[in-house]
């Protein structure tokens, strides 16, 4: 079955450390994107690429990074800058350019804990 | 600027009870497409409905029904006959001709249907 796929579900970093999540798609989609989710605050937008080897700055990309190697992976990487990493963290993505017509596909999420 | 808001942030009900959820969204544009999703307790959020500026017809699936009014900005969502399963955070998201492939979501209600 077509999907999304984040790993790990949960994940726990020490203070000062870097970390990546993984996303990984089988839908044959262009766009993808990575969402942080707080209690209260909704979905908030951190990176997105549209193609292979070009992403974007979403909202709150600061302490963030992201790469575009593969046409099927996002991975995002929390750096030691993110003052508050703590949080749930989404991926999506969609067909492109027609997206606004068709909505996103999410995966299941990574709940991210600093300890 | 574009903007979502779900002003209930809880909502509690016994089940088969009715429950109408509100979403109030702000845009320029005259094309914008409006989205519904739910996330359950796993996480991931599943996509329920879209709506496209030019329809406003509101739609019945099952016991979910959406109202959506241009003249207040509206894209309001029933669940007929709540159930335990309908347990979840429901989200109102926006994107229109300026936002590219950006969603704008709102902040979520959390729906809780006692038994």
């Known amino acids: 079955d077509g999907g999304i796929t984040q790993s790990p579900k949960y994940l726990f970093r020490k203070e000062g450390q870097n970390v990546t999540l993984s996303c990984e798609q089988n839908l044959n989609h262009d766009a993808m994107y990575w969402y942080r989710q707080d209690p209260g605050q909704g979905l908030r937008l951190i990176y997105y690429s549209q193609i292979v080897n070009d992403f974007q700055k979403g909202d709150i990309a600061e302490g963030y990074s992201v790469s575009r190697e593969k046409k099927e992976s996002f991975p995002l990487t929390v750096t030691s800058a993110q003052k508050n990493p703590t949080a749930f963290y989404l991926c999506a993505s969609s067909t492109g350019e027609t997206s606004v017509n068709y909505g996103y596909t999410f995966g299941s999420g990574t709940r991210l804990t600093v300890v | 600027a574009q903007k979502v808001t779900q002003a209930q942030t809880e909502i509690s009900v016994v089940e088969k009870e009715d429950v109408t959820l509100d979403c109030v969204y702000e845009t320029r544009d005259t094309t914008y497409y409006l989205f519904w999703y739910k996330q359950p307790p796993s996480g991931e959020l599943v996509f329920l409905i879209r709506?496209?500026?030019?329809?406003?017809q509101n739609e019945i699936s099952g016991r979910y029904s959406w109202n959506f009014q241009k003249s207040t900005s509206s894209f309001n969502f029933t669940i007929t006959a709540s159930q335990v399963v309908d347990s979840a955070v429901y989200f109102c998201?926006?994107?229109?001709?300026?936002?590219?492939?950006?969603?704008?979501f709102g902040t979520g209600t959390s729906l809780t249907v006692i038994p």
């Open positions: 709506r496209n500026s030019f329809d406003e």
């Open positions: 998201a926006l994107s229109d001709q300026n936002t590219g492939n950006q969603f704008y």
